[in-house]
């Protein structure tokens, strides 16, 4: 079967990217994670006795609380990440576009790095 494309179109290779049902899925898949882990976390913040840092500190040095906590940051921000992108890949045009889409990526990395790190000090007793 014969494709419908412009020569100029097989000459640059435009067409489609064949992965946009795969970042539908991965968005839909992160968001209904984040659901239940949010529940977690607000269900959890209500039950603290206080709000203290040794009350928080506590909790967070609790495994399983570690573990949830590094889970919900990394899907929030793999989920935000995604949804970002899509937003620039809409509405952002030309090289703006380019930088921007590399921007976030630099982003999501830094703040998930920042995330670990404060989630694990916290969890090992670190100041």
Do not use: C
């Not at 590094?70 to 090289?95: F, M, N, P, R, S």
């Not at 590399?102 to 998930?112: D, M, S, T, W, Y």
């Amino acid at each position: 079967m014969q494709q419908l494309r412009t020569p100029l179109s097989r000459v640059l290779g435009l067409g489609s990217a064949k992965d946009g049902t795969s970042h539908w899925w991965a968005q839909r898949v992160s968001a209904i994670a984040i659901g239940p882990l949010l529940l977690w976390f607000g269900l959890a913040m209500l039950t603290l006795p206080d709000y203290s840092y040794a009350s928080v500190a506590a909790f967070v040095a609790t495994p399983i609380v570690t573990v949830l906590l590094l889970l919900l940051t990394g899907t929030a921000l793999y989920h935000a990440k995604l949804g970002l992108q899509v937003v620039i890949e809409d509405y952002v045009h030309g090289a703006l576009k380019v930088v921007a889409l590399i921007g976030i990526n630099f982003a999501v990395v830094a703040l998930a790095v920042a995330a670990l790190v404060s989630i694990l000090r916290v969890a090992l007793g670190g100041a």
